[in-house]
């Protein structure tokens, strides 16, 4: 569960993983439900040229320890505050959350609008009931328990569904996420996750036209990009977020799945400097 830059801090009594390089305006990369910092490692490499970067396992994901608490989206943004503190980021810092991490990305600055120079949101949670069948069986809690026993076909299946381009699907993806689903408290956390979330029907409603309110009455550049091809959270919901938030920045990735930040890394790369150049982050 290390990997090459990995450190693990203490916060608050618990163990995180992050990776953290290079100078420059900050930069915090979250990722999704049950995955690790690893799904964004090339964004990681390559934004680290010019910005301080910091990528994190999100609590109870991967190398970062479980709350005591039960693992909401306020949770998990209070946690990532933590960690932001632990490491010194005491300046406006660009959120890029991607999944879930958009969520969690939104729910920070919303919070905590001071934190925040910036959103990109990636193939985002939050803009629409529709969800893969996957996870909105997690939230039927017995049945869940049984979906989430780690094996290597199942998480074969997962990592499959994830990219348009399977040559994304490697044996150091397929290991990475073996070993955050072996976890102990791993199905606990996901568990957690899925019933404050949604629903057998789909992601709840309540919580995502509280946050997105918030998000919009945000001074606040705001780009948001999907993966016409994602099997997660469809393209749809898009539009979805250009009709919320209609002052922010839209991109659609044409042949891409729901990680479009591994599947066209440098296209990602530009697209979100190009950005920032337009909205720099303050001194």
Do not use: K, Y
């Amino acid at each position: 569960m290390t990997g090459r830059g990995d450190t693990t801090l203490t916060v608050r009594g618990r163990a995180v993983r992050c990776r953290v390089a290079g100078q420059g305006p900050p930069v915090v990369l979250l990722h999704g439900i049950g995955r690790t910092l690893a799904d964004f490692a090339e964004q990681h490499d390559l934004l680290a040229r010019d910005h301080r970067v910091v990528s994190l396992d999100l609590a109870g994901h991967g190398g970062s320890a479980p709350l005591d608490e039960p693992h909401t989206l306020p949770a998990l943004a209070r946690a990532t505050a933590d960690c932001l503190d632990a490491l010194g980021v005491d300046r406006p810092a660009h959120l890029v959350g991607n999944s879930l991490g958009g969520a969690v990305a939104m729910r920070l600055a919303v919070d905590d609008p001071a934190r925040a120079a910036s959103l990109v949101l990636v193939n985002s949670a939050g803009f629409g009931a529709e969800v893969t069948i996957a996870l909105r069986l997690l939230a039927l809690r017995p049945l869940g328990r049984l979906l989430l026993r780690p094996s290597r076909a199942v998480i074969r299946r997962t990592e499959r569904a994830l990219f348009h381009d399977r040559r994304h699907v490697t044996q150091a993806r397929l290991a990475e996420a073996l070993a955050a689903a072996r976890r102990p408290h791993a199905a606990r956390v996901m568990l957690d996750l899925a019933g404050s979330l949604g629903t057998f029907r789909g992601v709840a409603p309540g919580w995502r036209a509280e946050l997105l309110d918030a998000v919009a009455r945000l001074d606040l550049p705001i780009l948001v990009v999907w993966g016409d091809r994602d099997l997660i959270l469809p393209a749809a919901h898009l539009a979805a977020a250009r009709a919320r938030l209609p002052l922010a920045r839209a991109h659609l990735f044409a042949d891409t799945g729901h990680l479009p930040q591994v599947e066209r890394a440098e296209e990602f790369h530009r697209l979100v400097t190009d950005f920032w150049a337009d909205h720099p982050a303050p001194g």
